[in-house]
């Protein structure tokens, strides 16, 4: 672990700076705010250094994997692990879901939060007051996408949208007894990039909210 000031300058000709550098520089407005961030990370404690890390590892396999679904599962396995870190503790087997969105409830930007919202739509909403799925049910969405390759080894059936063109994608909701309750036909023009950025900036909001719970 880095803890002094002195390490700071040595620390920045580092492999591991540069991989920070490549995952983490894009979502600051200038290069000084990301070694104000930077340096206090450096001199925090290893739990700060090992969010970072785990978070860039991960999504870099995200980013190498060839499959849709494989993509969303190591962005989800991403916030799982940075949750353990951050608060230190084991979650009981079922609870992962729930965990998961309180932290993406708690670390998303407002600004994501409310893009997801509009970039997900629900085809089998008749008579519904609003289309969009919610910032939860999106989360909730990926989590299933997650649970179908964990569980039943199904890598396909997901695909990602992009600017031209939309995907759609189908899920089932199931109740706390494991019955089938909902079928979901969700509509998106979101592609992977768009919301892998998402993601590395609440990793970057889950160690500043790390900062600001020390106060």
């Not at 190591?74 to 992962?96: A, H, N, T």
């Not at 670390?107 to 893009?115: M, Q």
């Not at 289309?131 to 179908?148: M, P």
Request: net charge positive; glycine share 6%; aromatic share 14%.
């Amino acid at each position: 672990m880095l803890t002094t000031q002195n390490n700071n300058h040595t620390f920045k000709k580092s492999a591991q700076y540069r991989k920070w550098l490549k995952l983490y520089r894009p979502q600051f407005d200038a290069i000084n705010n990301f070694h104000i961030f930077i340096d206090k990370c450096v001199k925090a404690d290893n739990r700060v250094n090992m969010i970072l890390n785990r978070g860039e590892r991960l999504i870099k396999l995200a980013d190498k994997s060839r499959f849709s679904s494989l993509k969303i599962f190591f962005l989800l396995v991403c916030v799982e692990s940075i949750m353990r870190i951050s608060d230190g503790k084991e979650y009981k087997i079922g609870i992962s879901q729930k965990s998961i969105v309180n932290f993406c409830e708690s670390n998303f930007c407002e600004g994501d939060k409310k893009f997801f919202e509009n970039s997900f739509k629900n085809l089998l909403c008749k008579n519904c007051d609003n289309e969009n799925l919610s910032f939860e049910e999106i989360i909730k969405y990926f989590y299933k996408i997650r649970c179908k390759l964990v569980h039943n080894g199904k890598y396909w059936g997901f695909c990602w949208g992009g600017d031209r063109v939309d995907s759609v994608n189908s899920c089932y909701y199931e109740n706390e007894e494991g019955i089938k309750k909902d079928y979901l036909v969700v509509k998106s023009g979101v592609g992977y990039q768009q919301i892998k950025v998402a993601f590395v900036r609440a990793i970057i909001n889950a160690v500043n909210n790390l900062f600001s719970s020390k106060r």
